[in-house]
């Protein structure tokens, strides 16, 4: 039974004490895993720093938070003031290490400001979290979607592939969210299709409120 439809709405809920608890020792382990990932950036941890993400306090899906802070990162990179650029990206890592637009800003800042070492550990966890969603699947259809933890890390994904967005819409298959996205190669004109499981995004709607 497949249902496209071109919105929706989401119930929340507040938190009991049980889930208080589960989100602070989820908080805990999010942080000891980026300090092994700071130590060896390797696709793997960062798989595995995506999928615990989801679990904390920290991750907020439907915020315009990190959307905001980049374009203010972005916006700093086209004035080519590297500092700015640099404080923007650390703030949106602070709260998603798993931002492809934070990695991205910060790799490309820190090498304009002549930060080399620190420009390649970015560009090392940015590669490791495209690696990271690809390892999740092909995009091709709903049975090997691609697994998005926002609507700005898709959007992000795709444009880091240098394609063009023409279209998006939601479809519910047997009780599960996916965003089917229509896309362009602007290089030769391809249009094509990638499915974005994005059943993380709704769980945390309908379990958590306030975050």
Same mark, same amino acid.
Do not use: K, M, T, V
């Given at each position: 039974m497949l249902q496209i439809v071109g919105c929706s709405q989401v119930s929340t809920y507040p938190l009991d004490p049980l889930q208080q608890q589960r989100l602070a020792q989820a908080n805990l382990q999010y942080k000891s895993l980026i300090a092994d990932?700071?130590?060896? +950036? !390797? +696709?793997?941890?960062?798989a595995t720093l995506r999928k615990h993400y989801i679990s904390t306090s920290f991750y907020q899906p439907h915020t315009m938070t990190e959307r905001v802070l980049s374009t203010a990162m972005f916006d700093a990179i086209k004035q080519q003031q590297w500092q700015d650029c640099l404080l923007q990206s650390d703030k949106i890592l602070k709260t998603n290490y798993i931002s492809l637009n934070g990695h991205y800003g910060a790799m490309l800042c820190h090498l304009e400001s002549q930060q080399q070492t620190q420009g390649e550990y970015h560009q090392e966890v940015l590669d490791s979290l495209m690696a990271a969603i690809w390892q999740s $699947? !092909? $995009?091709k259809s709903t049975a090997s979607a691609f697994q998005a933890t926002s609507t700005t890390e898709l959007y992000t994904f795709i444009q880091m592939h240098g394609f063009d967005i023409q279209a998006q819409a939601l479809l519910w298959q047997d009780d599960t969210p996916y965003d089917v996205m229509t896309i362009v190669n602007p290089r030769d004109g391809t249009e094509f299709v990638w499915y974005f499981d994005i059943s993380a995004q709704m769980l945390r709607s309908k379990s958590t409120a306030g975050l």
């Open positions: 990932i700071e130590q060896s +950036p !390797d +696709p793997a941890r960062l $699947g !092909d $995009g």
